[in-house]
């Protein structure tokens, strides 16, 4: 189960830095048009957050509190903060023992990564932004 566990993670991660990737830089800022929404900056910034603050539940095995060391919009610190973000995370998976607890806390952790996707797929199509073919291909997307 752990193996199959961090290969999941390991591709949601994946799918992040593509999208990261494709992203100009002005698209961190945009929320949807005539609706209610954040920047899609901010949907990135509750991923690194996340990722670091599960990490760091899983690593200690209980939960530590909600952080994030992301500071701001700009595309390369986002970049770099969800690259480091998901390597530490797989770091950890890969160091400890998963019991009950730190399984629970690496599950909610993939749940919450790909409910943000779901959310993200909408900024790209509401904003008419360019899907990353990853996303295509896991997501059935055209």
């Known amino acids: ?6 290969q999941r993670l390991d591709r949601a991660f994946e799918l992040y830095h593509d999208l990261i990737d494709g992203l100009p830089a002005d698209a961190l800022g945009q929320k949807l048009p005539d609706l209610p929404s954040s920047p899609i900056g901010n949907q990135l910034w509750c991923v690194v957050g996340t990722r670091e603050s599960f990490g760091k ?3 200690h095995g ?6 994030c060391s992301l500071d701001g ?3 390369d610190a986002v970049a770099s903060k969800l690259a480091a973000s998901g390597e530490r995370v797989l770091e950890v998976l890969g160091a400890v023992d998963l019991d ?3 399984s629970d806390y690496a599950l909610d952790l993939l749940e919450h990564e790909t409910q943000h996707q779901g959310q993200l ?6 904003l008419r932004l ?5 996303w295509k291909d896991r997501w059935a997307l055209d």
């Open 1 to 6: 189960m752990s193996d199959r566990l961090i």
């Open 57 to 59: 539940a899983i690593e």
């Open 62 to 67: 209980e939960w530590k509190g909600w952080d």
């Open 73 to 75: 919009y700009a595309r």
């Open 100 to 102: 009950d607890t730190r």
């Open 121 to 126: 797929i909408r900024y790209l199509y509401g």
């Open 130 to 134: 360019d899907i990353p073919q990853s």
